[in-house]
């Protein structure tokens, strides 16, 4: 709780807003008469003010909680309006803080509601939250193998990721399904979240050997399949940063790119050194990685490659966007931005 609300403290609010701005209250004192009428009161603007209303009530009780005084209310609701989609749309959001881990269970349960809203941004808000627990974990790993929505099983997986980084069961799930996904685009998730493996030899090994399966580009177009997975699971490869993952890049991908004559054969060693790079411990490295891996995708969407059947899609949508309050950067939000 006290990481959840650092934030605060910083004097930032739900909303981004300056707390000053915001008119973050103090609340009456601890277990007086008159605390206990301001929580109510906080709570029926949470019920029924206005969407500002709402996000200021949110941002006042967590605030000025006191050993769950007025968190638990908050979290209370998830159980008394299961039929408002709007509120739990609303309260997932507002709650998924960084470190707030009481909120992960109610919101764990949302997990298999039939409103895809509601889904995506329970998936998203436990990835922002990082809880360990083993039900937490349980219930993603059950959702995400369930969800047909490919967008939100890629927000389940990455959430997975950060949640199941202690859980050798999430890791295995994650390798396969970022191996053998139904599509390119399916396996993003999966792909990323193994990027909160960091110095995980099993994952590690697990990413080179889908690297290896996919090999070097095959054609004077660098290869349509896989072009963008390529990308991701090197990045994902260096954010591990597993010390012997720059003997693989060096050995498997760069030296195999050396008699290969194609005008894109100069980039693609850069990229991969850079990757070899972080992975040997230079930190320096990562952002020309990410930005390395935005080229990947311009050089499927500006080609012909899409009759390799090369996915672009990106990963960034309503369930994501506008999170900037919640005080965490998740990994991977911006290499395969839609607004490249």
């Not at 004097?11 to 004192?29: N, R």
């Not at 006191?66 to 509120?87: Q, T």
């Not at 054969?265 to 935005?294: H, R, S, W």
Request: charged share 30%; net charge negative.
């Amino acid at each position: 709780m006290d990481t959840a609300l650092q934030r605060f403290e910083d004097g930032v609010t739900e909303s981004g807003e300056d707390v000053e701005e915001a008119e973050i209250e103090e609340a009456p004192a601890v277990g007086s008469e008159e605390r206990a009428t301001w929580i109510s009161e906080k709570i029926r603007n949470v019920l029924g003010g206005s969407q500002s209303e709402r996000n200021a009530a949110v941002d006042n009780l967590l605030a000025n909680d006191a050993e769950g005084d007025c968190l638990n209310p908050l979290l209370a609701l998830f159980d008394d309006h299961k039929k408002d989609a709007g509120l739990l749309v609303m309260l997932t959001r507002a709650l998924g803080r960084d470190g707030l881990l009481e909120a992960a269970p109610p919101i764990a349960e949302l997990l298999k509601h039939k409103d895809p809203a509601i889904r995506g941004n329970a998936a998203v808000s436990l990835e922002y939250i990082g809880s360990l627990d083993k039900k937490v974990v349980s219930a993603l790993k059950s959702a995400a193998g369930k969800e047909k929505d490919e967008a939100i099983a890629n927000h389940m997986y990455r959430a997975l990721g950060r949640c199941g980084v202690k859980d050798s069961k999430a890791r295995s799930t994650l390798l396969k399904k970022a191996d053998s996904g139904k599509s390119e685009y399916a396996t993003y998730g999966p792909t990323i979240g193994l990027a909160y493996f960091e110095k995980d030899s099993k994952a590690a090994r697990g990413v080179e050997k889908s690297l290896r399966k996919i090999g070097i580009p095959g054609s004077r177009r660098g290869g349509g399949q896989n072009v963008v997975k390529r990308g991701v699971l090197s990045w994902t490869l260096a954010e591990i940063g597993d010390e012997k993952s720059g003997d693989f890049v060096r050995e498997e991908l760069i030296a195999k790119l050396k008699n290969v004559k194609a005008f894109w054969v100069g980039p693609l060693v850069q990229f991969y050194g850079a990757v070899a790079d972080k992975c040997d411990g230079n930190e320096e490295a990562m952002a020309g990685i990410t930005e390395g891996v935005g080229g990947f995708v311009q050089f499927a969407r500006g080609g012909q490659l899409g009759r390799y059947g090369a996915e672009t899609r990106g990963l960034m949508d309503e369930y994501r966007l506008d999170r900037e309050w919640s005080g965490f950067a998740p990994k991977g939000d911006h290499i395969l931005n839609d607004e490249r």
